[in-house]
C-alpha cells in the first residue's frame, strides 16, 4: 500500500512537505504553511495565486490567460492549476500569499496597508553635555532632548525603571550624549549609545491545547526570522482543556505545574528561536501570545476552575499585558507580552487573533471562520457583525477516542484516496502506524462516496456490502476477535491499522457538532446557507482536510461549491504574528472581542435538534 | 559632673525623653520628634503651643491671658513658658503641633485641608452572578458594576494582573458577587469578598545617612500606628555619601551590596512595623520612600557615579513609582513605592519632603529651611520662588572627624552649659563617652560666650587664658602629651573626652559652609538677612540644638532673633508620611522639586569668600 509522493519546497519561507503525487500546489502550499490568495476559488480565473515552479512544465490556457509569454517562460504558473508530479521548488511571492506573513501588513478587503506600529519604538536623543550651570538630571535630560526634536511629547513625564535607569547611566556617557531611546508610551525602556538603531525583535506564539508554535520577527520590517513549534507539554495532564482544568484545579501545586510546563517551553522556544535566527535575547522587545481561553489562564497563572462549571465564564476577557517574564520569556527585561482577549469560556484568543489576521469582520459578504482544533470554534461574519461559538469537536480530529487514531506524526495515515483500489498517504512514507485526523476524514469521506458507508454511518457487515463496491475495498471490511465490524487499512501481521463502528460514531460527533454550530450561526444571522461567501478553515489541521471529503462527512457545509472553501492555516499564529508588530492590531483585537457575540450553543433551544439531525452523514 | 535629668512623656505619641532641669517643654517636645506650633516665635502672645500638664504648676501671667480660669485649672499652659523641673507628662493636641503629624493633613499657612487621598482605595462591588445568557468575564464584571455604580470612570479599561486575577476568582464567589474592590489608578491590585472594607495600611521611610527611620499608616484617618529607627547599615562603608558613592562604583557587586543593605533594612523594619501594630503585611498597599540623592540612587540600585563627579548630575529628578518588592518590602504583592523627587545632586528627596511637609512655598514672608544632617541642605523661600543649595557641612554634626566625636547615642555629651562652673547633659545620664554634634555646638557655644575663645576659633594656652573666665573653666585648658590645647571636659582617668583646636576647625569649616550658602541664597533672592520671617531648623539631629550656641558658632543666623528659629523635627520623615498618605502631596512634590532653583555654591563667584568669612565665628 502507499503511493508514490513527491517533496516540494517553497521559497521564500524555505519549508519543504512531502505530498501524494496529483496533490495541488494550492493544497501543498497549505501544508507548508502557507496560504495562497484565491478570490476566484481556485477556477483559475483571478489568476492571484501566482507562483514561480523551478522547470515548470507546459502552460495550461487559464494560465496563459493570467501571464504575459515572458512570465511563462520564467516558470510563472498558477497553484490553483498545477498539481505535483514530482519534487519541485516553487517560490511564493508575497502577494499571492493570504492570511500569512502578507497578511499581517496588507488587508486585502479594504485595501487599507497597516503599517509596523510595534508597541516600542527607538527614537533619536542628542543631548547638550551637562555644566555646573545645568545640571538637568539624566532621565529629564533625556526627555527634553526628545520633546525638542518632536520624536516623544507624552502627556506626562518620561518614566523608567530603576533598572533602566541604571543602565543608562554608563550609556548615555559612553555615547557622548548622542543614541537612542527604546520607548513603550511614556516609559524609557532603554537607551543605547552611537549613531545606528539598536535592532529590534518580536515573538510571536500560539498556545495550542496540542501544540505550541512560536515565531520570532524583525521590528524594522515585520518579517519571519526563525519559526518554532512543539508539543504542548501539558499534554502529559490530558489531551483536551477540560482534563487540563481538572488537574489544575486541584491545588496551587497543579495550577503552577501546568503553567510553569507551558512558560518554560515558550522560554525555551524562545531562546531557540533567538539562536537560530542569531539574535540576541536582549534584542527582542515585545511579545504577543494567542491561545485558547483556557491555555491563556493557565499560562497567566489564573485559576481556570469557572471554565469547567455553567456557565463558563473567563476570568479576564480584553487583552492583558504582562511583563515577558512572567511568561518565561527571558529576553528584554523590560519587555512586556500581550495575551489576545477572549470572547468566551470557549471562544478565546486564538479566534480573535484569527479573526484579526483574516480581517474578517471587514470582509464584504457574509464569511465562516472554523477552526477545527482540539476544540472547534465557529465565527460567522456578515453586514459587520460577528457571531461566535465553540463546539465540543472534542480531540476526535487529534486522533484522541479513535481506536488506532494517533497525531499527525510520522507513521499516520493522513491521506486516503479510494479508487479500484484503496491508496494510502503516510506521514514519512513508511508502514501506517495509526490514523490521524485528516485520514479519519478521508477514509469516511471516500467509504461515504463509494456507497460503502449510508448516511447512518453504519459500517457495514462484511456479508452484507454493496454489490458495486471495489474488490480491494471489500476485502477489507472484516470482523474483529469479538466479532465486530471493522475496516482494515493495513495489516502486516504484527500491527492492524482499522476503523472501526465506534471510530465512526466519534467522528460524526465531532463533525455534526461543528455542523449543527455553522447551522444555530446561521440562523441567527438570519441566512441561509448558500448566502455564505467563504468558509475560511484555520488552524493546522485545517490545512490537511480535503474538502470534498470534508464536505462529505459534513463536517464543511456540503451545499457549498468547492471552491468557497479556503484554507488559511495558522491563523491564531498568524493574528498572534500581527499583536506582535503592531499596537494597532492590537486595538483592533480587543475591538472584535467585544463586538463578537459569544453564543452559547448548548443554550440554543435548536441547538439540540439541530445536533441530533447533524449526526446523519449529508445525503 | 552631670547634672540633674528629668523624664518627660508626651501624650498621645507615647514617647519619652530625658532632658536636663531648666529645658523648656518646646525643645523637650521636638527631641521627643513634636514640633510645636509657634508662630510668635515663642513669645509667649499667640497661645498656639497649647499643653496639659499633670499635676501643673501655678500659671504664669502670659498662660492667664491665654487660657479661661477653667483650662487654667485643668492643667493648660504654653509649652512656650513652661520649663522641665521634675519628671512630668505633657499632653499635646492635635492643633499644637507644627510639621508633625497635624501638619500631614493641613496647611498651616493656607488654611487649606489636605484630605486623605491615598494612592489606593477601596469601592464596593455589587454584581449579579453570571448565567449562560450573561457570561460576562469576571474582571469586566467587576468593571461595570463599578462604573454602574460611579465608584469608578477610568477612561480605559480597568487592568488587573494575572496574579490578581488568579487571586480574584475564589474570592468574588466565596462573597457571592459582593466585595470590595482595591484600585490604583486604572488598575484593580485585590478583591475582598463581604460587606466590610479591608483595613488598609501605608509606610513611609526616610532614609537618612545614618539613620533609618519608618513609619506605619493607617490609611483610613492618616494616624500613626508604629514607628521604628535604626542605624543605616550601610555606615559599615563611611558616614558620608561620597564614601558610600566610591565603594558603590567599584562594581555592579559593591553596588547590590549597599543597596541590599538598605532595603534588607527596610524591609525589616516593615515587619516589625507590622509586628508591632498587629497589621497584616498584605494590608499595607503603598509606601513612600524620601533620602538625599545619593541614598534614593543606592536604593533604587542606579549607578551613583555621577553624583560624585563634576557636575553632579542625578539620574532621575522626579519621583520614582516603583514596586514595594524591588525596595525590600514583603507587603502586599501589588503595592507600589513612591520614591520622592530630587532638586540636585545634593539637594535630594528628603529636603523636598521637608519643604512639603513645611509647605514652605506657600509660607508667607521669606523663611530659610535648613537641614543639619550629614549633608546640609538649605532652601530659602520667599514670593512662592526656592532657592535650594547644599554645603558640604561634612559628618562633624554626626562626631565625627571630631577627635572624641560620637553619634547621640548612651554616653554622648549632648548639651554644655556652662556658668560657674561647666555643666555636661550626657545621653542615658551615665558617664560621658565622647562629644556629639549638638553638645559640640554647645560647648564651642559657650566657650564663645565666656570669651574662652575668639572670633577666629583659636583655643587659648592654658598660661595665656583671658582673666575673668571661671575657676572650674580655666582648669580644664590643658596641654595633651604632644602639647596641643584641648579643653577637657571629662576624665576619670580611664577615659578622656576633650575637644581640640582641630575639632574647632572642624566645626568652623562645617558652621561656616552653611552660614555662606545662607549668604549666598539670600543674596540670589534680593534679600538681606534680617527680611527673614523664621528659620526651620530640620532633621532629627537639629531639634537637639540650642539655637543661642547655634547662632553664636554662626551655623544660624545670629542677627536673627532667637524666637524667629523654629525646630520642626524630622521633616523628611513628615514629608515622606504626607507622600504614604496622599497623591495630591505626591503632585506637590513635584512641582516643589521642580519649582526649586538648584543653587550650585562651588559655582557661585562669591561662595569662596563668603565661605572664607563664615570660617570666623560671629563677632
Chains 1, 2 share one sequence.
Request: hydrophobic share 45%; with cysteine.
Amino acid at each position: 500500500m502507499g503511493e508514490q509522493s513527491f517533496e516540494v519546497k517553497f521559497e521564500p519561507s524555505g519549508r519543504t512537505v512531502d505530498v501524494l503525487a496529483g496533490t495541488s500546489l494550492v493544497e501543498a502550499a497549505g501544508r507548508a504553511g502557507t496560504a495562497m490568495d484565491m478570490p476566484c476559488g481556485g477556477t483559475g480565473t483571478c489568476g492571484k495565486c501566482r507562483v514561480r515552479v523551478n522547470d515548470a512544465p507546459e502552460a495550461v490556457d487559464a494560465e496563459q490567460r493570467a501571464f504575459a509569454a515572458a512570465e511563462v517562460a520564467q516558470g510563472w504558473r498558477l497553484a490553483c492549476r498545477q498539481r505535483v508530479t514530482r519534487d519541485m521548488t516553487v517560490v511564493v511571492p508575497e502577494s499571492s500569499v493570504f492570511g500569512g506573513r502578507h497578511q499581517i501588513l496588507t488587508d486585502h478587503d479594504t485595501g487599507a496597508v497597516h503599517d509596523l506600529e510595534p508597541e516600542v519604538r527607538q527614537a533619536r536623543v542628542r543631548m547638550r553635555r551637562p555644566t555646573l550651570e545645568d545640571g538637568m538630571p539624566d532621565l529629564v535630560r533625556i526627555e527634553e532632548a526628545l520633546r525638542a526634536s518632536g520624536a516623544w511629547n507624552g502627556d506626562g513625564v518620561l518614566k523608567a525603571s530603576p533598572a533602566t535607569l541604571h543602565r543608562t547611566v554608563a550609556a548615555l556617557r559612553d555615547g557622548g550624549y548622542e543614541g537612542w531611546a527604546l520607548l513603550r508610551d511614556g516609559a524609557m525602556l532603554d537607551y543605547h549609545p552611537g549613531e545606528t538603531r539598536t535592532p529590534s525583535y518580536a515573538l510571536a506564539f500560539d498556545i495550542g491545547t496540542t501544540t505550541l508554535a512560536g515565531v520570532l520577527l524583525d521590528l524594522s520590517d515585520g518579517t519571519e526570522k526563525a519559526v518554532v513549534s512543539r508539543i504542548n507539554p501539558q499534554t502529559a495532564h490530558g489531551d483536551d482543556v477540560i482534563s487540563r482544568i481538572s488537574h489544575a484545579v486541584q491545588g496551587e501545586r497543579e495550577l503552577r505545574e501546568l503553567r510553569g510546563a507551558v512558560t518554560a517551553a515558550a522560554g525555551e522556544m524562545a531562546a531557540e528561536l533567538c539562536r537560530s535566527a542569531g539574535v540576541a535575547p536582549g534584542a527582542v522587545h515585545t511579545a504577543a501570545f494567542s491561545g485558547n481561553t483556557t491555555m491563556e489562564h493557565l499560562l497567566c497563572g489564573i485559576d481556570p476552575a469557572p471554565l469547567s462549571m455553567v456557565p463558563f465564564v473567563p476570568v479576564f476577557g480584553r487583552g492583558l499585558s504582562v511583563t515577558a517574564a512572567e511568561l518565561g520569556l527571558a529576553i528584554h527585561p523590560e519587555a512586556r507580552a500581550y495575551v489576545f482577549p477572549v470572547i468566551g469560556g470557549f471562544v478565546g484568543g486564538d479566534t480573535v487573533a484569527g479573526l484579526l489576521a483574516t480581517a474578517l469582520p471587514e470582509r464584504a459578504g457574509a464569511t465562516l471562520f472554523v477552526d477545527v482544533g482540539t476544540n472547534g470554534e465557529i465565527v460567522l461574519s456578515h453586514g459587520g457583525r460577528l457571531w461566535a461559538a465553540s463546539t465540543a469537536a472534542g480531540p476526535a480530529f487529534e486522533g484522541a477516542r479513535i481506536s488506532c487514531g494517533m497525531r499527525a506524526t510520522a507513521g499516520a495515515v493522513e491521506k486516503v484516496v479510494i479508487d479500484e483500489r484503496v491508496r494510502l498517504g503516510v506521514i514519512g512514507g513508511g508502514a501506517p502506524a495509526g490514523l490521524c485526523g485528516s485520514g479519519l476524514i478521508d477514509l469516511c469521506g471516500q467509504l461515504l462516496k463509494c456507497g460503502a458507508l449510508g448516511c447512518d454511518g453504519r459500517l457495514p457487515a462484511p456479508e452484507a456490502l454493496p454489490e458495486n463496491i471495489p474488490a480491494d475495498m471489500a476485502a477489507r471490511f472484516q470482523r474483529d476477535a469479538d466479532g465486530e465490524v471493522e475496516f482494515v487499512l493495513s495489516d502486516d501481521g504484527t500491527r492492524r491499522v482499522s476503523l472501526t463502528q465506534r471510530d465512526v460514531r466519534e467522528l460524526q460527533l465531532a463533525a455534526g457538532a461543528i455542523r449543527a454550530g455553522i447551522a444555530i450561526l446561521l440562523r441567527q444571522a438570519g441566512l441561509e446557507i448558500d448566502q455564505l461567501g467563504h468558509v475560511l478553515v484555520a488552524g493546522g489541521f485545517g490545512s490537511f482536510i480535503r474538502r470534498d471529503n470534508a464536505q462529505r462527512i459534513g463536517l464543511l457545509p456540503p451545499e457549498l461549491p468547492h471552491d468557497r472553501i479556503v484554507y488559511i492555516g495558522n491563523a491564531s499564529l498568524a493574528g498572534a504574528k500581527w499583536g506582535a508588530l503592531s499596537r494597532r492590531a492590537r486595538a483592533r483585537a480587543e475591538v472584535i472581542a467585544r463586538l463578537a457575540r459569544h453564543v452559547e450553543l448548548s443554550n440554543d433551544p435548536d441547538f439540540a435538534m439541530e445536533f441530533a439531525m447533524a449526526m446523519y452523514f449529508p445525503g
